[in-house]
């Protein structure tokens, strides 16, 4: 368990052995790298930023800064305010 950010991964991920498998894979890992920028937004890292607009959608993802500032050239970026 990774008790840093509350992650309880008991069950490992499948192993890609047919091509139906690795898009099962495939979205088991997108499941798991949505809930660590979820995470990381809940407790406010400057690496988590929702970027988009409404008429194409929004998107949590994580970001570096150089990333976050290209990005908010093409779509409106917000970072979560740091909790005091």
């Known amino acids: 368990m990774d008790t840093l950010h509350g992650l309880n991964l008991g069950i490992p991920l499948h192993y890609p052995d047919t091509s139906h498998n690795l898009a099962q894979l ?5 499941a ?5 920028a979820g995470i990381y937004f809940i407790h406010s890292s400057g690496y988590a ?3 988009g607009d409404s008429l ?9 800064q150089w ?11 917000c970072q979560p305010k740091k909790r005091s």
Do not use: T
């Not at 495939?26 to 997108?30: A, K, L, N, W």
């Open 26 to 30: 495939s979205d088991e890992y997108d």
């Open 56 to 64: 194409s959608g929004n998107i949590l993802l994580l970001a570096d």
């Open 67 to 77: 990333l976050a500032e290209r990005l908010s050239r093409e779509v409106r970026v």
């Open 49 to 51: 930023c929702i970027a």
């Open 32 to 36: 798991c790298l949505g809930a660590i």
